[in-house]
């Protein structure tokens, strides 16, 4: 009998006997194709027991069973030990930044520091990438100062930022950045005073040139670049030009001008030797180094043979950056004390500078007060600069 002449009456028959596993197979597969097709004799029939004529299905062996069991165990617990390490380094780092915020000791990191340097990297991006204007907007213009220099640095920011594209880009200009490193760790400026925090940036560049700028945050919220150095440069010029630049722009003074607080002073007259001519030289080239290229050369002339009459510098000091109203520059004041063997004499001058360096006044508004010195000291040292 074909499989389509099977009624209902007879698959309602036979399904008891697939049930129990009693049928032939042609008449289970007769049952199962009528209940594919047949939606009351569907609900009559459960489940089916499986098919007694049927291929077994491959119970796997004992050995294999208990390998799988043995390699499933052994992921769990390589997760468990690799989730516990996790946790153990998690609790570690944040117990270890957690002293570091109470502490505030040096070399000690904690939350703020890494939040200082998270902040002080695009400020850095801004000037590898070109971004000049807001490199200089990014830097605080000195809220401790009086009001008028205040407000002269203000007015200076369209300056300072062509002065760094020039010189950042006489400098490293063409240059890709290889890596920019930022460490922020807590210091103190006096042992009295509370610990702030200072982030080192150091930028390497592709042609082995190297710029490091120290920052900390000011009270405006902005920074300061407080120091800077660079390296890899054959060119000494270019290498102070950057330097000159990066702190006039920052913080308006030379990188360089205590060189001339300790650099001029000689406590013993220079002799004929060529050691001491050879230190001569090396300290003229120092101090005129400080100044502007123009009169450079000439200061270091006339300061080479004040020393070889046999003057000695005794003490040389530079004031505090100071504006000037009426001129509109910053200086300083340079006040030179040297001695002629039967008295002493003191120099005053002040020296406007720009990144450049120190530029001279003219030498009749220099003031020279003596002390038992000679007439031939005193005019000496009021034209000195």
């Known amino acids: 009998m074909k499989q389509n002449e099977y009624t209902c009456a007879v698959i309602r028959d036979l399904i008891p006997l697939c049930e129990e596993s009693l049928c032939s197979p042609e008449s289970r597969t007769a049952v199962e194709a009528h209940i594919r097709q047949c939606e009351s004799c569907r609900k009559l029939c459960g489940a089916l027991p499986q098919d007694p004529f049927a291929e077994p299905v491959p119970v796997p062996d004992e050995a294999s069973t208990f390998r799988k069991v043995g390699q499933r165990i052994r992921r769990n617990k390589r997760a468990a030990v690799t989730l516990l390490i996790l946790l153990i380094l998690l609790l570690g780092a944040l117990g270890y930044l957690t002293a570091g915020q109470i502490l505030k000791e040096p070399d000690i990191q904690s939350f703020e520091t890494l939040a200082q340097s998270a902040d002080v990297r695009p400020l850095v991006r801004k000037l590898t990438d070109g971004d000049y204007e807001g490199f200089v907007s990014s830097l605080s213009a000195g809220v401790m100062v009086p009001p008028d220099v205040y407000h002269y640095l203000q007015s200076f920011r369209e300056k300072d930022t062509e002065l760094l594209k020039n010189t950042y880009e006489a ?18 400026a006096t042992a009295s005073a509370a610990p702030f925090i200072m982030s080192e940036v150091l930028i390497r560049y592709r042609n082995g040139c190297e710029l490091c700028l120290e920052f900390y945050r000011e009270v405006d919220g902005l920074y300061n670049c407080a120091f800077a150095y660079t390296g890899g440069f054959e060119d000494s010029e270019t290498n102070e030009r950057i ?19 300790r650099v001029m002073v000689n406590q013993t007259p220079f002799t004929d030797s060529k050691e001491d001519q050879s230190r001569l030289d090396n300290r003229c080239s120092m101090i005129k180094n400080r100044f502007v290229p123009d009169c450079a050369q000439q200061v270091g002339e006339r300061l080479k043979a004040f020393y070889q009459k046999g003057y000695l510098i005794t003490k040389c000091d530079l004031s505090e950056v100071r504006f000037d109203n009426d001129s509109q520059f910053l200086y300083y004041t340079l006040y030179v004390t040297a001695s002629d063997g039967q008295g002493t004499a003191m120099l005053s001058a002040v020296m406007p500078f720009t990144y450049e360096g120190l530029r001279p006044l003219s030498t009749s508004l220099n003031t020279v007060c003596t002390d038992g010195c000679t007439p031939a000291l005193a005019e000496d040292l009021r034209t000195l600069f």
């Open 243 to 261: 330097l000159n630049a990066f702190n006039y722009i920052c913080d308006h003074q030379l990188q360089s001008a205590w060189t001339m607080q």
């Open 171 to 188: 400098a490293f200009g063409g240059t890709e950045v290889r890596r920019i490193r930022i460490e922020s760790n807590y210091t103190v």
